[in-house]
């Protein structure tokens, strides 16, 4: 039987033997590719379907938090090795490579006059808004610095700090 591929769908493929695939690039024994939609699958004897992948969608106030399984070139273009972490904030439907593995959907903190963010390095990194950002450090994301953020992959969110309002006799 054809599989129907619907848009926003990819079916993961994997050689068994080697062969060429549908677009005619030799594949070896062993690798691994995705077949896009929409389109309409026509199986081979030396490729084994191992799964439907769906796009996730990341709405305007989210990112996905990715990680490489094997050594790639993400969607943008970047090399990115094994075990690496990183965040696509693009809104709409996103589609995981082979290799890539949806590690989480995380939503942005909404920060007020009243509420900041604390947070804490995970390890020496520059955050997104230039600032160098030592292994353990902490800090406070204010009004001042963004009205919604969304915690990095190295950042770690310690906890939401309230505003304090002392009178002149305190």
């Known amino acids: 039987p ?15 033997l080697d062969c060429e695939d549908h677009t005619g690039a030799t594949r070896v024994a062993g690798d691994e590719w995705l077949f896009v939609g929409p389109g309409t699958y026509v199986p081979h004897v030396g490729v ?27 969607s943008s273009g970047k090399r990115r090795v094994t075990g690496e972490e990183w965040m696509v904030e693009t809104s709409g439907a996103y589609l995981p490579g082979v290799y ?22 995970l390890r020496t990194f520059t955050d997104r808004y230039g600032k ?9 994301i204010t009004i001042d610095d963004t009205e919604a953020h969304i915690p990095g992959v190295y950042e770690n969110v310690t906890g939401v700090v309230e505003l304090t309002v002392l009178s002149n006799r305190q």
């Open 48 to 74: 084994e379907v191992l799964q439907t992948i769906h796009a996730v969608v990341i709405n305007s106030s989210q990112a996905l938090r990715l990680q490489a399984l094997k050594e790639l070139t993400d």
């Open 100 to 121: 890539e593995a949806v590690v989480q959907i995380v939503d942005s903190f909404i920060i007020t006059d009243k509420k900041a963010l604390r947070l804490q390095a």
């Open 132 to 140: 160098t950002r030592r292994n353990g450090e902490e800090w406070l």
């Open 2 to 16: 054809l599989l129907v591929v619907l848009p926003d769908q990819a079916l993961r493929l994997r050689a068994a």
